[in-house]
Every structure is written in structure tokens, then in C-alpha cells.
């Protein structure tokens, strides 16, 4: 998702109270930010963060980051926050390539990754955020009993995706090719922006769940 850019969107971003600055100095900190212990998710490529902000409503002892590359998409959560603001939700604008630059090892239990941009040539595969460089990274974050959730309606990614699990030694915890027909792990499903809109098409849902 990369809407035209809003003038302004950067500095906005840079005065929000939701809106980590310096993401990197406060790496083994970020119970503090909070000021409580509970555990951390993270969404990962978050666009304008409704899935998130809909856990972060249901849970209260959940603390959630969401994590978007482009200010102008993260500007349209910022102003949603405005609107209803949550404590347990912070949002940081970068990419996650350098997310081992922020989170110290166990810092993280869970990551989401929702309708991840599909990088189709082959030659950008390691941008893909579920690609074995991603999971090395995840690797590094995440606490032993974590996991990455992930939800595409793209197959060619979701297969690539599934793959990639295999080759990072990781476990499949779960797996579906029919999200909205499956029983069991449409359970406490929350739609993202994406979801509604490429299953309003009559587009499967694919969703796994990870761990090691
Ligand atoms: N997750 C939302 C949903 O399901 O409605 C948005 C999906 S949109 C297709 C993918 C989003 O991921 C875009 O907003 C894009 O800017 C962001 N993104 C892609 N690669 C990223 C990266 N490496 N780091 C941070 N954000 C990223």
C-alpha cells in the first residue's frame, strides 16, 4: 500500500504521541514505553492499522507495534488514534529490514503479517517478508514460544511463503488455503483492510502460523 503522498505526513509523524522516534534507542526497553510487563505483538507492514487497533481494543493486556515503511500510509492510523486513542498500541515508521535494530532477543511473542507485498520477481524474493532471511530475523526477536502469524490472498506468495518455513527450520503450527470456509482458524479472526476487500472478490483467504 503506498498512497500519494500527504505534504506535511513526516512531520506530523515525527510530534505524535503514538509514534516512536529513534525506534533503535529504545531496544530492550520498550516494557518501559508501555509502563507495564505484558507481552508484545507486533504487525509488521501494518498499512492503515485497523487489525491492529481492533486487538489492541479486545486486549488491554497485550501491548501492541505496529511497523508501516511509508509515512503517509501511517499517518491514516495516526488520525484514527486521534479519534480513539489506545495506551497498549504504539506504531514506529521504518522498514523492517532493520528490525533486529530495535527488538533485543525474547523482546517480541508474536508477529503479524498481513497481506504482505508479494515482491513477484524472483531476484527481490528476500524482500519478502516471509522469505528465510525475514525468518532468520524473526529468529532473533522472537521469544522460544512466539510465533508469526501470516495471511495473504496471493497463492503464488503463500506457497513461496510455506516453503520458506521448511527451509528456516521452523515448524508449521497451522495452515489453511480457505481462511473464511475453516472452522477451527477462523476463530477470533479480525479482518484487515486488504481481507475484506480481496475476499468481497470472492478471492480465498490463505493463512499459517509458525513457530520453532
Ligand atoms: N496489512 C495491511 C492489510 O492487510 O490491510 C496492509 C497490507 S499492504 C498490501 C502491505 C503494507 O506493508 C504496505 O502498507 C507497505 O507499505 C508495508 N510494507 C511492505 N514492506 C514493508 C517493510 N519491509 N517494512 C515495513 N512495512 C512494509
Known amino acids: ?11 506530523a509523524i515525527a510530534e505524535n504521541h503514538w509514534c516512536i522516534q529513534e525506534p533503535e534507542h529504545q531496544k530492550g526497553n520498550w516494557h518501559q514505553i508501555f509502563g507495564n510487563n505484558h507481552p508484545i505483538h507486533i504487525e509488521i507492514g501494518m498499512g492503515k492499522g485497523r ?11 497485550i501491548n501492541y507495534i505496529g511497523i508501516e515503511k511509508y509515512s503517509s500510509v501511517l499517518l491514516r492510523a495516526l488520525q484514527k488514534m486521534e479519534e480513539a486513542p489506545l495506551e497498549n498500541i504504539r506504531f514506529i515508521r521504518m522498514d523492517a529490514e532493520t528490525i533486529t535494530d530495535i527488538f533485543l532477543q525474547d523482546e517480541v511473542t508474536k508477529i ?24 532468520a530475523r ?7 514460544e512466539g510465533c508469526v502469524e501470516f495471511k495473504t490472498d496471493n497463492q503464488d506468495l503463500f506457497d513461496f511463503s510455506l516453503e520458506e518455513v521448511r527451509e528456516a527450520g ?9 481462511l473464511h470456509h475453516d472452522e477451527k482458524m477462523i476463530q477470533g ?24
Open 1 to 11: 500500500m503506498r498512497l500519494r503522498n500527504i505534504p506535511g505526513s513526516r512531520e
Open 138 to 144: 524473526y529468529h532473533l526477536i522472537l521469544q522460544q
Open 112 to 135: 503479524y503479517l498481513n497481506f504482505s507485498d508479494p515482491w513477484p520477481k524472483d531476484r527481490h524474493a528476500k524482500r519478502r517478508l516471509t522469505s528465510r532471511q525475514f525468518f
Open 51 to 61: 487489525f491492529l487497533m481492533t486487538l489492541a481494543r479486545e486486549n488491554p493486556n
Open 170 to 178: 521452523w515448524r508449521l503450527d497451522g495452515c489453511t488455503r480457505d
Open 189 to 212: 479472526n479480525i479482518m484487515t483492510e486488504y481481507e475484506e476487500r480481496f475476499s468481497s472478490m470472492g478471492n480465498p483467504i490463505y493463512k499459517l502460523i509458525a513457530s520453532r
